[in-house]
């Protein structure tokens, strides 16, 4: 996977890393933020969160557009960068606008919008860009994947570093996470609470301060949300050093993703200096490639209510603690020791082929690993209470896990597949990847069932919960998907994009995604509307009428990306 790739590939991809880093702390927390300090409603956070998804998606078309005529791929993500620096900064300290906190949130999310949008599309383009070398063309497909792979590493730490963030200083406020309390204190503040549920508010508080009385309760309930908020920002500020790292690692590699000075020429210029298609085949690229990118507005729809209604279910519906063996997904210092030990044992007594070289140093290698990797996991392990709390943004690391996890497993399988002459084309790994993502919501709906919908629970505090693996389940399906569908279209977009529009064909996935990002609060908005397992159901067959689509026009999308 990792062989024969060209050296810019890393360098833009490590960049990435670091960028998504800091993006994937800041959406792992986001609509909680705004409904815990602000009293969001599930409806009214969704509609904040789409938009914003939606800019930050379509923007690329515009950063695509810049980069192509005027500045070239490198000046402009190196910019985007930068503004994405202020956005997140300003998120972090939204005080530094005289107590006005909505409006500079609302201007720090366009300011990130616009600086993603100058730097996502284009870094792909540039990566894109390599695998125009002849001698790089057939590792296209996999180059995308281990891209793909390192976008998610960066996705996978966020999740954690934003639960770290939260954890120290609540703690040094003698507090903990407990998402019952912001819900409790809005509904007090507006509406009112009915006595049980006061007593039931009470009696929450006081397990975090045994000092809390019914008179002081609203004062304490003010302090916990403005302790809890300003926990929520202090995670957006790791964004800021992310980028910063990011940057340094974009700028010392630039000589690994150079292009040539001609081809720099006319990207900055919009010289048309490119190799000439027919007009009648460049019409025929760029139909194919808009029928893809209306068939996956309904995949992101989908797959982005992980940060929306997916993160809801977990805070609402999901156990809030596991016991010592459950709690090793949720702890990445020990899970990911786990699979490396699994994974070296593997190698280590595999069969190798009689021609391999150094075969007993590599078992000893390999060996030697999964000890060092067992030990670390089983002192985690050991270490682990019976009853472990864990806040709702961590089932977010799951998707980046099992791509990281995954991403060997399906190239090694595509690989197989080609060798053998049977590996499916782009456009139907998509449509294949569309079946995949119903089924997860298929085990959504499952989980629901007998569950008490939110437009039913009122004010009642307790109600039942279901356990974790519904979620890592769905997580581990729409990661399937996922990797069926993202990797693939962007790849497919690279080779099929006329040559003068590369980097405005890329910046139109973006806008696809942006309208399916823009879509995902219908999840929100239906959230207290209907019965919950009937909400799951509307993903489903958006879903399976894509597929449908994209089967039907498949000998079309063939024959251009042949």
Not at 372 to 379: D, F, K, L, P, S
Not at 481 to 504: C, Q, R, T
Request: aromatic share 16%; net charge positive; glycine share 8%.
């Amino acid at each position: 996977m990792f062989k024969g790739q060209p050296k810019g590939l890393f360098v833009t991809a490590f960049a990435n890393l670091g960028e998504r880093f800091g993006y994937y702390t800041m959406i792992a927390i986001f609509v909680l933020f705004l409904q815990a300090k602000y009293g969001y409603s599930e409806a009214d956070a969704g509609s904040i969160y789409a938009t914003f998804l939606m800019f930050v998606y379509f923007l690329p078309l515009f950063g695509g557009i810049v980069a192509d005529r005027w500045l070239g791929y490198k000046k402009t993500v190196t910019i985007g960068i930068v503004i994405m620096f202020v956005g997140y900064l300003l998120l972090a300290f939204p005080n530094i606008l005289g107590g006005k906190e909505m409006i500079a949130i609302y201007t720090a999310l366009g300011v990130i919008s616009l600086g993603t949008g100058l730097f996502k599309g284009n870094l792909q383009a540039l990566v894109g860009k390599l695998y125009d070398n002849p001698k790089y063309e057939s590792k296209r497909d996999s180059g995308f994947s281990v891209f793909y792979m390192f976008i998610n590493l960066g996705a996978m730490f966020a999740p954690t570093a934003a639960q770290g963030v939260v954890n120290i200083v609540m703690n040094k406020s003698s507090l903990t996470y407990d998402s019952r309390i912001p819900e409790l204190f809005h509904k007090m503040d507006t509406s009112g609470l009915t006595e049980s549920a006061k007593e039931g508010f009470l009696t929450i508080a006081q397990t975090q301060d045994a000092s809390v009385t019914m008179d002081s309760l609203h004062t304490f309930g003010s302090q916990y949300i403005n302790t809890l908020g300003g926990a929520y920002q202090l995670g957006f500020g790791v964004a800021c050093l992310s980028l910063v790292v990011s940057l340094l690692i974009f700028i010392l590699g630039r000589k690994t993703y150079q292009t040539s000075k001609v081809s720099d020429s006319n990207a900055s210029s919009g010289s048309t200096q490119v190799d000439e298609m027919s007009g009648k085949e460049i019409k025929e690229r760029m139909v194919a490639l808009f029928m893809v990118f209306a068939a996956v507005i309904f995949f992101w729809m989908a797959f982005h209510q992980n940060g929306l209604t997916l993160t809801y279910f977990a805070r609402d519906y999901t156990d809030t603690s596991v016991g010592r063996f459950t709690n090793i997904w949720f702890d990445l210092f020990t899970l990911i020791p786990v699979v490396i030990t699994l994974v070296c044992a593997f190698l280590t007594v595999k069969r190798y082929d009689i021609q391999t070289k150094n075969v007993f140093r590599k078992r000893l290698i390999f060996g030697i690993l999964a000890i060092v990797c067992g030990i670390w996991a089983y002192v985690r392990i050991s270490g682990f209470a019976v009853s472990n709390p864990f806040t709702p943004q961590l089932f977010q690391h799951f998707n980046p896990f099992f791509i990281v996890v995954l991403t060997p497993v399906s190239v090694g399988l595509f690989n197989w597949l080609s060798k053998k002459g049977k590996e499916p084309s782009a456009p139907r790994k998509i449509a294949y990847g569309m079946l995949v993502a119903a089924v997860a919501y298929i085990l959504m709906s499952l989980a629901s069932i007998g569950l008490l919908s939110p437009m039913d629970r009122g004010d009642i505090v307790d109600y039942s919960r279901v356990t974790p693996y519904w979620l890592i389940s769905t997580y581990l399906t729409l990661t399937i998907a996922e990797l069926f569908i993202s990797p693939m279209g962007i790849s497919f977009v690279s080779k099929v994009a006329p040559p003068k529009y590369k980097g405005m064909m890329q910046g139109c996935w973006f806008a696809a995604t942006a309208v399916g990002n823009f879509l995902i609060q219908i999840g929100s908005h239906f959230w207290s509307r209907v019965p919950l397992w009937s909400l799951w159901l509307i993903f489903v067959v958006c879903c399976f009428i894509s597929a449908v689509f994209m089967f039907s026009i498949m000998k079309k999308l063939e024959k251009v990306a042949a």
